[in-house]
Nanobody
Framework: VQLQASGGGLVQAGGSLRLSCAASGRTFSSYHMGWFRQVPGKEREFVAAIRWSGGSTVYADSVKGRFTISRDNAKNTVYLQMNSLKPEDTAVYYC???????????????????WGQGTQVTVSS
């Protein structure tokens, strides 16, 4: 299984972007999925996660009310809708899969064992 993130770009503050992460393989629907982001020189940080069924989501405090994670298991794709973007949202965004897919979705990097290549999001002020 591979993950391919897309949808990044340059946007003005207050604007919106939707990231997509497409997974190959037939077991995507059993994975919890997450989005993380990283700024050069800083540790990767959790953004949002969604249960394999789509029935539960978790968000970092910094994006609550602005970002929405969703998934379409029929399309093997997870999305991150980002609204009211701020310059501090600028980062490389990574999608990741918790292939175990049991228990609650988690906000810790170590819980995810498959990572996409990242897509750059730049928010100008």
């Amino acid at each position: 299984v591979q993950l391919q993130a897309s949808g990044g770009g340059l946007v003005q503050a207050g604007g919106s972007l939707r990231l997509s992460c497409a997974a190959s393989g037939r077991t995507f629907s059993s994975y919890h999925m997450g989005w993380f982001r990283q700024v050069p020189g800083k540790e990767r940080e959790f953004v949002a996660a969604i249960r394999w069924s789509g029935g539960s989501t978790v968000y970092a405090d910094s994006v609550k009310g602005r970002f929405t994670i969703s998934r379409d298991n029929a399309k093997n794709t997870v999305y991150l809708q980002m609204n009211s973007l701020k310059p501090e949202d600028t980062a490389v965004y990574y999608c990741a899969a918790d292939k175990l897919g049991t228990g609650n979705v988690r906000d810790r990097e170590y819980a995810y064992d498959l990572w996409g290549q990242g897509t750059q999001v730049t928010v100008s002020s």
